[in-house]
T-cell receptor
Framework: AQTVTQSQPEMSVQEAETVTLSCTYDTSESDYYLFWYKQPPSRQMILVIRQEAYKQQNATENRFSVNFQKAAKSFSLKISDSQLGDAAMYFCAYRRLLMDSNYQLIWGAGTKLIIKP | DVKVTQSSRYLVKRTGEKVFLECVQDMDHENMFWYRQDPGLGLRLIYFSYDVKMKEKGDIPEGYSVSREKKERFSLILESASTNQTSMYLC????????????FGPGTRLTVT
C-alpha cells in the first residue's frame, strides 16, 4: 500500500530565508501525481504545487519549487524568500489510482511551518 | 472561484447523538470527499462519491455513513456519535481527472462529550 511520510512535524525559518520541507513516499506505481497543499491557521486548505512522476523537470510556482527524486521516492518542497503569510501546515499527498480512472489522495502527517519575523 | 461550504464551523454534540455534517459546492464538480484531520495523522479519507447517489468507502468508514442525493451536496452522518469521533472534518471536491486538485471547505471542528 502506498504511504506518505513527512518526518518534520515542525520547522521554523527566518523571514526572507529559504526552507525545505521533506516528504517521502512508497509506491509500486510507475506513473502518479504528487501534491503539496497548504493549510493556513483557521483557513482553507489550498494547493501549492503538483508534480507528475513521468516529468523529469521539477515543478515551480513562483517562490515554491519541488525537488523530485523518483528513484529515491522523495518529494521535497522548497520555499524561497519566506514570507509571514507562508506560515501554515503543509501536507504532502500522493495520488493513488483506483478503478474507472478515479483516484484517492494519500496524505502525510503534515509539517507546521513557523516564520520568524 | 470554487466555493465549498460546510454547515458548521464548530459543533458540540453528546455521546450517542446522531450528527449530520453537510457540504455544499457551487461548481458542478463530480467528485466529493469527506476527510477526518487529526494531529500527527494528516488527513484520512472517510467516504467519497463520484456521482449522485454513489458512495465509496475510504480508509476509515466505520461509524460513519454518507448521502449524496444531489450533485452539489454531500452529507456525512455519524449514526451514534462517540468521543473518539472528536476531530476536524474536511469536505473536498474535484472535477473528474487524474491530475486535478481538490478544493476544500473550511472544516467543521466537532467535539463529542
Amino acid at each position: 500500500a502506498q504511504t506518505v511520510t513527512q518526518s518534520q512535524p515542525e520547522m521554523s525559518v527566518q523571514e526572507a530565508e529559504t526552507v525545505t520541507l521533506s516528504c517521502t513516499y512508497d509506491t509500486s506505481e510507475s506513473d502518479y501525481y504528487l501534491f503539496w497543499y497548504k493549510q493556513p491557521p483557521s483557513r482553507q486548505m489550498i494547493l501549492v504545487i503538483r508534480q507528475e512522476a513521468y516529468k523529469q523537470q521539477n515543478a515551480t510556482e513562483n517562490r515554491f519549487s519541488v525537488n523530485f527524486q523518483k528513484a529515491a521516492k522523495s518529494f521535497s518542497l522548497k520555499i524561497s524568500d519566506s514570507q509571514l503569510g507562508d506560515a501554515a501546515m503543509y501536507f504532502c499527498a500522493y495520488r493513488r489510482l483506483l478503478m474507472d480512472s478515479n483516484y484517492q489522495l494519500i496524505w502525510g502527517a503534515g509539517t507546521k511551518l513557523i516564520i520568524k519575523p | 472561484d470554487v466555493k465549498v461550504t460546510q454547515s458548521s464551523r464548530y459543533l458540540v454534540k453528546r455521546t450517542g447523538e446522531k450528527v449530520f455534517l453537510e457540504c455544499v459546492q457551487d461548481m458542478d464538480h463530480e467528485n466529493m470527499f469527506w476527510y477526518r484531520q487529526d494531529p500527527g495523522l494528516g488527513l484520512r479519507l472517510i467516504y467519497f462519491s463520484y456521482d449522485v447517489k454513489m458512495k465509496e468507502k475510504g480508509d476509515i468508514p466505520e461509524g460513519y455513513s454518507v448521502s449524496r442525493e444531489k450533485k452539489e451536496r454531500f452529507s456525512l452522518i455519524l449514526e451514534s456519535a462517540s468521543t473518539n469521533q472528536t476531530s476536524m472534518y474536511l469536505c473536498a471536491t474535484s472535477i473528474r481527472g487524474l491530475e486535478v486538485e481538490q478544493y476544500f471547505g473550511p472544516g467543521t471542528r466537532l467535539t463529542v462529550t
